[in-house]
């Protein structure tokens, strides 16, 4: 594919241009508080028949050729293999599946070490980093920085462990994620690994790891001991390619089980919070998958269910912590590259930035409202009509599903009876119900019986579904902790440099 990459990548906020890949992977976030995008995407297309007779790797091998502009097709071979080819995930020939439940489909992508959708990109970020670094000669070491709400953390942690040259940091809100997700991450291994809890929710954490990237003085001071700051969340572009591969994969995966033809439109549930997961499909759509409607499905934190319906993004809202909290974000970051795809107005998208920081909201015009909801429909669950959608799909299909998918299959049981829409839909199933085996357990069976725990939750689970406990969550209630550092939003940057100066020690 040819393709036409003249301002490679640029900063949604319009200060930075003709950025490459490896630029936009290392630094993460732009000098400007912006997020790099591909500007040449809309050049881009994929021929789906191409791709009919390739494997998973052999897809992304593809779509990253067209999307890492610096980087050779040999270099992103040898990131693709280390990825998805050498035994991390439960399938060595296939890291998701496409299960059929009910009248929709479900994309599996919690195969991978730590049972969640991050896997499908955080097993080849820190590949795209290294290799980044070469293409760039960096001479300094790089230091991942990164913000959770629960999966992410242990994803990064996970793939960054003891790569040379790299070390990371992850922050999480500590009573804002399961008791199997901390443990996750908690227990995590490696010289060049810490994890940080912080006193407040995804929002203050995430916002406090934005202003530790936007702090020049101390950016300053740790390049001058050596140091780079970049990022594993969804804002690094790094983060947001891989995830495109899978819609396009699982689209092939329908044509090969005749459950469409290809070229017939397809409609995708995504359970959202941060908007990068969705926003993958956006990019998919952008360059070629014949998809119909992208389905926005958010839990009582429905600040993207109104911003759809209204056009008016608002922060200033009650918090609710849910059985699905990686979704309990008031501040989706990846909204930012859809804003400047239907704007194409820089300044308009920092200025929305800026109102949204200063005012806590901001609205956009009706032109650009009507452009998101062509393709973009939002709704929304509550506990309640969460924990119902699991019952419903275990007891009526013997299929289980954790509190994320079940927000997304709710959310399309209600998108089916305002539209009557009976476009094939696939569901992005995005965790193993096992990561919150207390709410799954509870939603389908009632209270748990007295004496359990948290972990032994994971086998009573097992036994009352016939279903198997995962083999990277087998064993995790007997893993030592190696991590129980907690501070507050304002010491951040304190723990930061305290992690460095031991790894300089």
């Known amino acids: 594919m040819q393709i036409d990459y003249r301002d490679h990548y640029v900063s949604t906020r319009g200060r930075e241009q003709n950025i490459t890949a490896s630029q936009a992977i290392i630094a993460g976030l732009a000098k400007d508080g912006g997020l790099y995008v591909p500007s040449f995407i809309r050049n881009c297309h994929f021929d789906i028949q191409s791709l009919m007779s390739k494997t998973y790797s052999e897809v992304a091998q593809t779509l990253f050729e067209a999307f890492l502009d610096d980087f050779s097709p040999e270099q992103i071979k040898v990131c693709v293999h280390g990825a998805y080819q050498t035994g991390l995930f439960d399938d060595a020939k296939c890291p998701v599946k496409v299960q059929k439940a009910k009248d929709r489909y479900f994309l599996e992508l919690y195969h991978g070490p730590t049972c969640a959708f991050k896997d499908m990109a955080l097993t080849i970020l820190p590949h795209f980093t290294t290799k980044a670094v070469d293409i760039q000669n960096v001479n300094r070491e790089i230091v991942i920085l990164t913000a959770t709400s629960g999966d992410t953390g242990k994803a990064a942690l996970s793939g960054f462990c003891d790569v040379p040259g790299i070390d990371i940091i992850v922050y ?217 959608a699991i019952s419903d799909m275990f007891k009526q299909h013997h299929y289980l599903i954790d509190p994320h998918t079940a927000v997304a299959s709710h959310v399309y049981d209600e998108y089916l009876k305002n539209t009557a829409d009976e476009t094939t839909t696939v569901v992005l ?77």
């Open 172 to 388: 999480y809100p500590k009573d804002g994620v399961s008791a199997v997700q901390e443990k996750q991450m908690l227990t995590q291994g490696g010289d060049n690994t810490c994890v940080v809890g912080v006193r407040g929710n995804f929002d203050d954490t995430q916002n406090g790891v934005k202003k530790i990237f936007s702090d020049q003085a101390l950016n300053a001071k740790l390049e001058d001991q050596g140091f780079l700051l970049s990022s594993a969340n969804s804002i690094n572009i790094g983060r947001l390619l891989p995830q495109v591969v899978y819609y396009y994969y699982s689209y092939c995966e329908l044509v090969r089980n005749d459950a469409i033809q290809c070229g017939d439109p397809v409609n995708f549930v995504v359970p959202t919070g941060n908007f990068g997961d969705i926003l993958a499909g956006y990019y998919a759509a952008l360059t070629g998958l014949p998809v119909h409607r992208l389905i926005c499905a958010s839990n009582a934190n429905r600040v993207l269910t109104d911003f759809f319906e209204t056009g008016e993004y608002n922060r200033n809202r009650d918090f609710y912590k849910t059985m699905s909290p990686s979704m309990d974000i008031l501040i989706s970051s990846n909204l930012e590259r859809l804003l400047y795809d239907v704007s194409k107005d820089t300044d308009q998208v920092s200025d929305w930035m800026a109102t949204l920081q200063e005012d806590g909201h901001y609205t956009i015009p009706e032109a650009i409202k009507a452009k998101t909801r062509k393709i973009f429909w939002g709704g929304c669950a509550n506990e309640e009509q969460t924990a119902q």
């Open 429 to 505: 199933s995005t965790a193993s119900p096992y990561k919150f085996a207390n709410h799954v357990y509870r939603s389908i069976f009632g209270e748990i019986p007295e004496g359990l725990d948290d972990f032994d939750v994971l086998s009573a689970l097992s036994a009352a579904t016939d279903t198997a406990v995962p083999k990277p969550l087998a064993d995790l209630a007997n893993r030592p902790n190696r991590h129980n550092q907690v501070c507050s939003v304002n010491e951040m940057d304190r723990s930061l440099q305290d992690f460095l100066t031991r790894i300089k020690a």
